[in-house]
């Protein structure tokens, strides 16, 4: 009986791998010889005669290779390859008959009559308490829709697979309801596991796109915070053009000082003492008004209770607070974050502020690149003026 099904094993292994479809990468040779494998372990511990032993195991064997011709009544077509072979190699008729009928018992809407059947079942169901369950069932599922007979998400597997095992699936022999039935527990315990992950993604998606879609506290929150980085980038931008005119200027002065205005002493420099004042003058100037371009404004830095409650103070500035106490600055900030209508009328305070400060800065810079480019102007015309009009020294 050893040589019947290990050469039988070897013809539908060979058989699988050379004409299976590709389609077909669950019900293949490696679920043939799990089968098999599970059909050894319970045969191996229940009382059987040596011819039922020899009919589950070509039954294991046999089962599922009809799937060579498609997954459409693929048991009818196992018992059919069965028969012929086992007809070939001379296997007595009442062995081939019961193989046969243990064959088609495997189909999931059959309902096991005798122990055979029942081990079999068993046998081809026992991956629900194996470790390789998780891999299996992700193999079935991937094959179910490349077969084109149905199309489940992850989720919709992980239902499916629980309402499979509590409400359609049961084992049926001694040694599997012995020893399979509590590892097919925790496998169910890991399904339901997984769905609470699901459901707890889905309601955090679903709370997400809602809080997304419809609080315009978020609408009022990407207004603020767009905004005053905005605000923040103008006054970087306006301090580095003043620090850049501020620099030129004092270039300038400095170059000036160094090799114009010692040469004025001069008599025959004397022409070049207007345009030179001139020159000095307005970039002196605009070395001022770039400075009082970026000269910070510190202000009391404190507030007292009242003016807390009457939200009249911005918590958001530091010049309102830099001279109080921690604790006294906490219960302010405490007393804020409680009301949200605070919240955004100090936001919009800081807004409205950063805007005055905003618009002090770019007058003044305005004011300076105005000065700056009229005392250039000015100052080339005063030298050329005084170069044509140089008085001519006679000796």
């Known amino acids: ?27 293949n040779y490696t679920h043939t010889q799990r089968v098999l494998k599970s059909t050894n372990e319970i045969v191996d511990n229940t009382s059987l005669t040596d011819i039922e032993k020899l009919i589950l195991r070509l039954t294991a064997i046999f089962h599922d290779v009809g799937y060579i011709q498609g997954h459409e009544n693929h048991e009818e077509r196992s018992a059919k390859i069965a028969e012929e072979y086992l007809q070939e190699h001379d296997v007595p008729q009442h062995i081939i008959d019961e193989t046969k009928r243990c064959i088609l018992a495997t189909k999931m809407t059959h309902t096991p009559s005798d122990k055979l059947e029942e081990i079999i079942r068993d046998a081809d169901a026992s991956h629900f308490a194996k470790e390789y369950f998780k891999e299996a069932s992700e ?17 919709e597997w992980t239902k499916k697979n629980i309402q499979f095992f509590t409400n359609e699936h049961e084992y049926y022999s001694d040694y599997a309801l012995k020893n399979w039935k509590k590892l097919k527990d925790e496998n169910l315990s890991k399904l339901f596991k997984k ?10 998606e679903k709370l997400k796109a809602k809080y997304k879609d419809e609080s315009p506290q978020r609408g009022v929150q ?53 345009p030179t004042l001139i ?7 605009a070395m001022v ?21 009457k939200k009249k103070v911005n918590l958001l500035f530091f010049g309102n607070f830099h001279k109080m106490e921690l604790k006294d600055f906490e219960w302010a900030i405490e007393n804020m974050l409680e009301d949200k209508e605070y919240i955004y009328s100090t936001m919009t305070k800081d807004l409205y502020f950063l805007g005055k400060v905003l618009h002090k800065k770019y007058t003044l810079l305005r004011i300076t690149y105005t000065v700056f480019m009229v005392g250039i102007i000015l100052s080339v015309i005063a030298f050329a003026i005084a170069y044509k009009f140089k008085p001519s020294i006679d000796f």
């Open 1 to 27: 009986m050893t040589e019947v099904t290990a050469k039988a094993e070897k013809f539908v292994i060979n058989l699988l791998k050379s004409d299976l479809p590709n389609t077909v990468i669950y019900h």
């Open 139 to 155: 193999y079935l599922r991937q094959e179910l829709k490349l077969l084109g007979i149905e199309t489940y998400t992850p989720e």
């Open 195 to 204: 769905e609470r992950k699901f459901k707890k993604r889905k309601k955090k």
């Open 222 to 274: 990407t207004l603020f915070r767009v905004t005053l980085r905005n605000h923040i980038k103008l006054s970087d931008i306006a301090d580095t053009k003043a620090n850049i005119l501020l620099s030129v200027n004092a270039i300038i002065i400095s170059l000036a000082l160094s090799n114009l205005i010692p040469k004025l002493d001069n008599p025959s420099n004397a022409h070049l003492v207007i």
């Open 279 to 285: 020159f000095v003058v307005f970039s002196t100037a």
């Open 289 to 309: 008004l770039s400075v009082l371009a970026t000269r910070p404004n510190v202000t009391s830095g404190t507030f007292d209770k009242e003016d807390v409650k």
